[in-house]
């Protein structure tokens, strides 16, 4: 099994851009599909991003997703931020019998 | 459209037993995988178990192996948590996961998720 290491927390100004990355323990970033999830406190996560790169319908094109095989890590990138960006933030992977998420990380928008 | 609700939660002694259901609509379950995923509280979250469309393939974390048995009934679109032998570190809300795609065998990620069912392991 692999680990996803996340930063614990990250912080910026309303309307600047944050970078939030995802970093693979071993293995191949790229050998299966990254996705991030956004949870804002007391709800249940939603997708942001999946298939490493790609949004669902209905979220802003803010959020953009990548993956870097050099540093063998994910991520993700919300530019023009808004307050109501404020939220956890978990990275997640999957090899061929088990899913694994990153630590989650706290984006903090003031 | 896809909905996905949660049952089952509750106070448990450590020792004993409680079943989690999942009642999915709004997509053919059969044809997907479904996951249990948790989250401690103030936690992160962690992935349980899944188990694939037809229910011949199940998947468990390390962490409950042997204590919890992800099970479903086609026939009336529910996924089952059957959780034994529970912890005081079991304690988390426990989410149901839809997986994107359609004939999938493993658990990749999930597309919609529950609203969640708080269990409490506590004497």
């Known amino acids: 099994n692999f680990m996803l290491t996340q930063p614990q927390s990250v912080s910026e100004s309303p309307g600047k851009t944050v970078t939030i990355s995802c970093t693979r323990s071993?293995?191949?970033?790229?050998?299966?599909?990254v996705q991030w999830y956004q949870q804002r406190p007391g709800s249940s996560p939603t997708t942001v991003i999946y298939?490493?790169?790609?949004?669902p319908s209905g979220v802003p094109d803010r959020f953009s997703g990548s993956i870097d095989s050099s540093s063998n890590s994910a991520s993700l990138k919300i530019s023009g931020l808004k307050t109501e960006d404020e939220a956890d933030y978990y990275c997640?992977?999957?090899?061929?019998?088990?899913?694994?998420f990153g630590g989650g990380t706290k984006l903090t928008v003031l | 459209e896809v909905q996905l609700l949660e049952s089952g939660g509750g106070l448990v002694q450590p020792g004993g037993s409680l079943r989690l259901s999942c009642a999915a609509s709004?997509?053919?379950?059969?044809?997907?995988?479904m996951s249990w995923v948790r989250q401690a509280p103030g936690k992160g979250l962690e992935w349980v178990s899944a188990i694939s469309g037809s229910g011949y393939r199940t998947y468990y974390a390390d962490s409950v192996k042997g204590r919890f048995t992800v099970s479903r009934d086609n026939s009336k679109n529910t996924l089952y948590l059957q959780m034994n032998n529970l912890r005081a570190e079991d304690t988390a809300t426990y989410y149901c996961?839809?997986?994107?795609?359609?004939?999938?065998?493993?658990?990749?990620?999930?597309?919609?998720w529950g609203q969640g069912t708080l269990v409490t392991v506590s004497s």
């Open positions: 709004g997509f053919t379950f059969s044809s997907y995988v």
């Open positions: 997640q992977s999957y090899d061929s019998s088990n899913q694994v």
């Open positions: 298939e490493d790169n790609q949004r």
């Open positions: 996961a839809k997986d994107p795609y359609y004939g999938g065998e493993m658990p990749t990620m999930g597309d919609y």
């Open positions: 071993s293995g191949s970033i790229a050998r299966n599909y």
